[in-house]
């Protein structure tokens, strides 16, 4: 068996989006000394190195990836619909933004945020009548079904969902409730 380096600790941790701190506290060793060990700056006795790939080992196979958490099949709307037919799609399932996907393919996202806007400053029938298209914004980022709970985390800091693809298609939708929902498992 081959004793793994400095580099391969730290690849491997950051695959599973863990923090050095994360995997000090699973290892039961410190921070600092993880980091000293990342950085090449110590080497550290066999027991302590066992307890940090046991710790690594423990977490890749209780890994959550975006599979796990998504939510299916993807309830989404075109870019023909119109904002009357996704404010009542949205209030069907409960979802306050929804993927715009033509063809399959994710074009743009709608949320109940561009809606509430309109209505500050436009008549409700023209909103309501209006096409999808003309109010979309930016499409969900993409990620594999493997892809981890850390990479989705980080990602939903900044969008309001990630979409699933797999092999060109859309196959499930994960939102900041997703991962919320982990707490009560």
């Not at 793994?4 to 039961?28: F, V």
């Not at 499409?139 to 493997?146: E, G, T």
């Not at 969008?159 to 499930?172: N, R, S």
């Amino acid at each position: 068996m081959e004793l793994p380096t400095p580099e391969s600790i730290k690849r491997r941790r950051m695959k599973l989006g863990l923090t050095q701190s994360t995997l000090a506290e699973k290892a039961r060793v410190s921070q600092p000394l993880i980091a000293r060990i990342e950085a090449g700056d110590v080497d550290p006795r066999l027991s302590t190195l066992r307890s940090i790939i046991n710790a690594l080992d423990e977490m890749e196979k209780s890994r959550v990836t975006a599979k796990d958490l998504m939510t299916a099949p993807v309830i989404a709307v075109s870019t023909s619909d119109t904002i009357d037919h996704a404010v009542k799609l949205m209030e069907k399932h409960g979802f306050s933004q929804l993927p715009v996907i033509d063809s399959g393919v994710p074009v743009g996202s709608i949320s109940e945020n561009v809606v509430v806007q309109a209505m500050g400053s436009e008549d409700l029938s023209s909103i309501s009548s209006s096409k999808v298209r003309a109010r979309m914004e930016d499409s969900f980022p993409a990620v594999s079904p493997s892809t981890s709970m850390g990479t989705i985390s980080h990602l939903l800091e900044s969008y309001h969902a990630v979409l699933v693809m797999e092999m060109g298609k859309a196959i499930g939708v994960i939102t900041k409730y997703d991962l919320m929902r982990l707490l009560n498992k």
